[in-house]
């Protein structure tokens, strides 16, 4: 079997060096052949994001530039309505029918998952990695905890040898960025230099578009 595709999704609103850190030492530790960054349509757990969709993927576009293994993935921008992850997956599952499909959460993602539309079916789809990320520790009661026990792996090899269905938490560096705490500092009049690549900053200040409230 081919080395797995990593999957990350997120509102990516702007997306940060905690973003590329993490799905770059996944890259190097789980030894994917590449990681799809799949910026939210139109989210549906979220208030809807600050950013335009567009403006978004193309902060993606711009950040990854230069890393060949990373690839920027629209096709959530593409769907029109709610963009759940389950419909994701499946669609990658059609054109990726035998492939090991990772998808790539936070911890506070993961944790969330028990109110994801269909969740259940995600294992059936992709395995799921979770990134540690700080203050946020890995869950030991409720469907998630049974889910550990049921399907939790610490063996990189599960991933390669079957398509979908495990669990694997992993360390990573842990940098405490959030794209909310960087609109607040746009907000604040701050500068976001270091938190996100020089490209991004740029889109950022040129577009204006963290530099009022949404209404
Ligand atoms: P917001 O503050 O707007 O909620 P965010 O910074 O958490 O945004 P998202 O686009 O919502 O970013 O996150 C996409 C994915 O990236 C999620 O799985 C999230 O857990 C993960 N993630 C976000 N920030 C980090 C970070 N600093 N380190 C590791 N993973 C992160």
């Known amino acids: 079997m081919s080395e797995p595709i990593g999957i990350f999704g997120g509102t990516f609103d702007p997306i940060h060096y905690g973003h590329l850190r993490t799905a770059f030492e996944l890259w190097q530790s789980l030894r994917l052949a590449q990681v799809r960054f799949l910026p939210t349509g139109d989210p549906p757990h979220r208030d809807a994001s600050l950013a335009p969709p567009a403006l978004r993927l193309q902060m993606v576009q711009a950040a990854i530039v230069g890393q060949s293994v990373f690839v920027a993935d629209d096709r959530e921008m593409r769907r029109t309505g709610l963009s759940y992850s389950v419909d ?26 028990p109110h994801w539309h269909r969740w259940r079916e995600i294992f059936e789809l992709a395995h799921v990695v979770v990134a540690h990320r700080p203050g946020w520790k890995a869950p030991i009661t409720g469907p998630l905890g049974e889910v550990m026990v049921d399907r939790g792996t610490g063996s990189v090899r599960d991933l390669h040898v079957a398509p979908a269905g495990r669990v694997y938490v992993h360390a990573v560096t842990q940098l405490e960025i959030s794209s909310t705490e960087l609109r607040q500092l746009i907000l604040a009049g701050r500068d976001l230099r270091y938190l996100v690549p ?18």
């Open 198 to 215: 020089d490209a991004v900053r740029e889109l950022i200040m040129g577009s204006g578009c963290y530099a009022r409230r949404s209404t």
């Open 88 to 113: 994701t997956l499946l669609d990658l599952r059609r054109e990726y029918p035998e492939r090991s499909l990772c998808l790539l959460l936070g911890m506070d993602a993961f944790l969330g998952m």
